[in-house]
């Protein structure tokens, strides 16, 4: 079983962002692993395990694939850090300031070259938010989407069968190999790089492509920022000690704006 | 005058105020078609249910495959009518579902797509708020037709009564859509509450709940608020994730936010601080949510809920 897990850098999510000229500033400020992707690394690992593990050598791999500067080898070599085997990373100027859209198909293509059986997302990150990668992974590669998973069994025979929790409720549903799944935060408890696993990690391969490489041309964003403006910070309004009324004062304050 | 799609939102049977929402911010770039997918011969049911805000027209389509193959099913036909009509833009709620629907039409017909608009102008430039609320951006799609996700609860619903024309269209789903398969779904468990992102008002609580709800609930029941949570209370098993507000929870945007027994970390502030009024109660004076609170109570949660509770009953009368 060949597995990719898609990962992100971010900018950390203490950070203050900034946008300049229309894209958020992504070098002057920390950059981490998308504590989602944290999720779906271990889930790969998880699932490996269950049928044996991800040795070297062995049946199984966990391959991790990231788009982003030179700099995201720091997150790839975190997730390598947590077991997974070998990493491809996409750097290319041209890929600066690209929108989903792009970044879905530059995925989709490295996805479909590695003739992987199960491609595993976060359901989102924790920059733009949009929630959208997946899916576009699954229309662009015509593999079955299993999407907001918190729960992941995939059976000898290939058969991948998920719980997809959102706010519409409960679905449980399943696909044969290939599939896109992505998986929710709190699926599983991400485990911490051990020391050994660190030193292992400085020795793992991360294939670095550039466009050609990968054999897709440059795609501009297909949405542009006209502006972006720092919002004012709200003002604190009043304060009370509750010294016996507070919750009076309370009910007066919603009463006097009409909330109640 | 241009055609502009909106994918009708459903919530059960019953068209969601997000519905209406979605026709109003459409309305002023064109005339509005809602899209309603339907199970078989359930469309004209469903359609009838579209019956608020400024709707001109209604395109049903039906299939059992939206219930058995989920998203890319809905989106493969949603594309198909995209496709037929050439709109001006195309408005879809910016939910789990909605965003991936969403994702999926803009592969298929090449078009560029903005998520989590909370205002969309009548150039289909859409506003929305990155950073935890702390940037505004405009934004506008430059190629295909502008799929945009319009965040439940931001646009002022016109909720007068529709009667639009109603058309039936045919769903033409793709084999690739039908990979993956619905063996059950079970709606939400609903305890009588709001969906929390639709909620006009959210009553929250942190750490200082000490994991007891009790006086969270009570206060929301009695305003009708949805409840959410802090990421300290529900990592700590206190309350589901499902409710958690925060930055990587859910976002809320609603007409009123009481957080109790929350400091306010950052990420927290990232799920609520676009929230019309925000109301703090805490034991701790320095919690950095009084910073951004327009009202706040120095004091403990378990004294100020039930009395506000009690004198908010008394005012309603």
């Known amino acids: 079983m060949k597995i990719a897990v898609c990962v992100k850098q971010v900018p950390d999510s203490w950070a203050e962002k900034k946008m300049v000229g229309g894209v958020l500033d992504r070098e002057n400020v920390d950059a981490v692993l998308n504590d989602l992707d944290e999720y779906a690394v271990e889930e790969a690992l998880r699932i490996a395990e ?12 966990v391959t991790v694939i990231s788009m982003g500067p030179e700099r995201a080898t720091e997150a790839v070599r975190k997730a390598l850090s947590m077991g997974a085997n070998d990493a491809i990373l996409v750097s290319d100027a041209a890929l600066a300031g690209s929108d989903a859209l792009a970044t879905s198909a530059v995925l989709a293509k490295v996805i479909s070259d590695g003739g992987y059986d199960i491609v595993i997302c976060g359901t989102e990150s924790t920059d733009a938010r949009m929630s959208v990668v997946p899916a576009m992974l699954s229309a662009r590669l015509g593999w079955a989407q299993l999407t907001f998973a918190s729960k992941v069994v995939v059976d000898s025979s290939g058969k991948v069968s998920i719980t997809r929790v959102t706010e519409a409720g409960v679905d449980e549903m399943s696909a044969a190999f290939p599939v896109v799944v992505s998986v929710v935060e709190k699926i599983n408890e991400p485990r911490y790089p051990s020391f050994k696993g660190i030193m292992a990690a400085k020795k793992k391969t991360i294939e670095q492509k550039d466009l050609a490489a990968v054999g897709v041309a440059a795609q501009s964003a297909w949405s542009q920022v006209k502006d972006a403006t720092p919002r004012p910070p709200r003002a604190a309004g009043l304060k009370v ?10 009910a007066t304050f919603l009463a006097e704006k009409k909330l109640i | 005058m241009s055609t502009v799609l909106i994918l009708a939102d459903f919530s059960g049977d019953h068209a969601t105020k997000t519905t209406a929402e979605l026709a109003t911010a459409a309305a002023r770039i064109g005339s509005v078609s809602a899209v309603v997918l339907a199970p078989a011969g359930k469309g004209a049911a469903l359609a009838a249910a579209v019956n608020q805000g400024p709707i ?7 299939s059992n495959d939206f219930a058995s193959h989920g998203v890319a099913a809905v989106a493969d036909a949603l594309a198909g009518v995209v496709k037929d009509k050439a709109p001006a833009a195309l408005l879809i709620a910016s939910h789990a579902f909605g965003k991936e629907v969403a994702a999926r039409v803009a592969v298929l017909t090449e078009s560029g797509i903005i998520t989590d608009a909370v205002d969309v102008a ?14 505004t951006v405009h934004s506008q799609v430059s190629q295909g037709t502008p799929i945009i996700t319009v965040r439940p609860n931001s646009i002022d619903a016109d909720l007068s009564a529709a009667s639009p024309a109603i058309e039936n269209a045919s769903a033409a789903i793709s084999d690739v859509a039908k990979k993956a398969t619905i063996a059950s779904s079970q709606p939400p468990v609903k305890g009588g509450r709001p969906e929390l992102t639709e909620a006009n008002i959210v009553v929250s609580g942190g750490r200082g709940t000490d994991g007891n709800f009790s006086a969270v609930e009570a206060f929301a029941d009695l305003l009708g608020a949805a409840v959410g949570a802090s990421r300290a209370a529900t990592d700590a098993g206190w309350y589901p994730h499902s409710h958690q507000v925060g930055q990587t929870g859910k976002t809320v945007s609603p007409q009123l936010y009481v957080a109790c027994g929350i400091s306010g970390a950052i990420q927290h502030r990232a ?17 950095p949510l009084f910073d951004i609170a327009d009202f706040g109570v120095i004091g403990d949660l378990f004294n100020v809920l039930p009395q506000a509770t009690a004198a908010v009953a008394a005012k309603k009368g």
């Not at chain 2, 929230?275 to 004076?285: H, M």
């Open chain 1, 50 to 61: 269950a049928h044996g593990g991800n040795e070297e050598g062995g049946p199984h791999t």
């Open chain 2, 122 to 135: 009548a150039d289909a430039t859409a506003t929305q708020l990155v950073f935890g609320g702390s940037t």
């Open chain 2, 271 to 287: 799920g609520m601080q676009t929230s019309k009024t925000i109301v703090v109660v805490n034991k701790d004076p320095e919690a």
């Open chain 1, 241 to 250: 000690n509750d010294e016996g009324s507070g919750g009076e004062a309370l």
């Open chain 2, 56 to 62: 001109s027209n209604i395109i049903v389509v039906e």
